[in-house]
Antibody, heavy 120, light 107 residues
Framework: QVQLVQSGGEVRSPGASVKVSCKASGYSFISYGINWVRQAPGQGLEWMGWISVYNDNTNIAQKFQGRVTMTADRSTNTVDMELGSLTSDDAAVYYC?????????????WGQGTLVTVSS | EVVLTQSPGTVSLSPGERATLSCRASQSVSSNYFGWYQQKPGQAPRLLIYGASSRATGIPDRFSGSGSGTDFSLTISRLEPEDFVMYYCQHYGGSITFGQGTRLEIK
């Protein structure tokens, strides 16, 4: 069965970076893209960007350009998302979600979420 | 960037009733890239509807989507107790945007 398993919760200080991993299984890894969506406490969903696992192309939301890096490792079926220059506004649950190869739509499977806490 | 506005913010209904949730886009969008998600407390969202009107795998037929252009709707024909949660619309138009969500609560 399709599964996306994310790395565990993280605590970071303001100004630091955080890397969240998403390991996929149960499907052809290169046939789909992976999206990252975050949700601040009590708030709605915010899309951060997409990576094509097939060719490493990315589409990063304008708000996060220059601060987010997404990479895919086809040998381990893992996608990493690194967010830098953290502020308290980045405290949220971060989800990876499988989507169509292109365009990045139809998020049909999601990871369990990774809580990122930003605290001095 | 397309802005999606969901209404109402909260809707109060009883089990067995019919719910209609709305999502309006700030400009005309492609139905092919429009979807609805359900989110239960403490869980990841779940894809309900894609392409504005197609049910995702395993979604009960009491859920249906419709609309085009700027106005889209999610209808739940007969509310079950587990349906009283959050719903989000989503669109791709160069980037992905979500609506702010509609909370469906028990009256």
């Amino acid at each position: 069965q399709v599964q996306l398993v994310q790395s565990g919760g993280e605590v970071r200080s303001p100004g630091a970076s955080v890397k969240v991993s998403c390991k996929a299984s149960g499907y052809s890894f290169i046939s789909y893209g992976i999206n990252w969506v975050r949700q601040a406490p009590g708030q709605g969903l915010e899309w951060m960007g997409w990576i094509s696992v097939y060719n490493d192309n990315t589409n990063i939301a304008q708000k996060f350009q220059g601060r987010v890096t997404m990479t895919a490792d086809r040998s381990t079926n893992t996608v990493d998302m690194e967010l830098g220059s953290l502020t308290s506004d980045d405290a949220a649950v971060y989800y990876c979600a499988r989507g169509s190869h292109w365009p990045p739509i139809n998020f049909d499977y999601w990871g369990q979420g990774t809580l990122v806490t930003v605290s001095s | 960037e397309v802005v999606l506005t969901q209404s109402p913010g909260t809707v109060s209904l009883s089990p067995g009733e019919r719910a209609t949730l709305s999502c309006r886009a700030s400009q005309s969008v492609s139905s092919n890239y429009f979807g609805w998600y359900q989110q239960k407390p403490g869980q990841a969202p779940r894809l309900l509807i894609y392409g504005a009107s197609s049910r995702a795998t395993g979604i009960p037929d009491r859920f249906s989507g419709s609309g085009s252009g700027t106005d889209f709707s999610l209808t739940i024909s007969r509310l079950e107790p587990e349906d009283f949660v959050m719903y989000y619309c989503q669109h791709y138009g160069g980037s992905i945007t979500f609506g702010q969500g509609t909370r469906l609560e028990i009256k």
